[in-house]
């Protein structure tokens, strides 16, 4: 028997899914001048950049949060004349390194240190595994 059976493990529990709409009301509620409609505007805009700067070959910084980059995954070649990029690709993805930048580290280590982690049982005490009569 692995010695990791029957063990329990860290599992990230997202308490809900912020929309779009949430993230634009989060950012105009943040004390701006600018309403809902501009923060929306400006969000759309940079989406629509960061979108199009990938899709021409470039790596996209954004701020001091992370860089955004495209990663392929295909089939291989015997040779380079032979390779299809068309045919051999079989897969495109986005992908978002994290700032290891000392202003903003956000490598795992410094996540770990920041993050306030808490059991599940924290989050709400009427479950039933944290209920001592049951």
Known sequence: M???FGKYYARIVALRTLSYRDLIQHIADHNTVYGRDVCQGVALKLQDCILELLM???KV???ELGTFYLSATSNGADDEEKFNAGTDI???YLRFA???LNIND???KTLKKKAQLKNV???NPETPSSNNNG
């Open 56 to 58: 021409d070959g470039n």
């Open 2 to 4: 692995p010695s990791c």
């Open 106 to 108: 956000l490598s795992s």
């Open 90 to 92: 079989k897969g495109l």
């Open 98 to 100: 994290p700032s290891r």
């Open 121 to 123: 049982k924290e989050l």
């Open 61 to 63: 910084q954004f701020g």
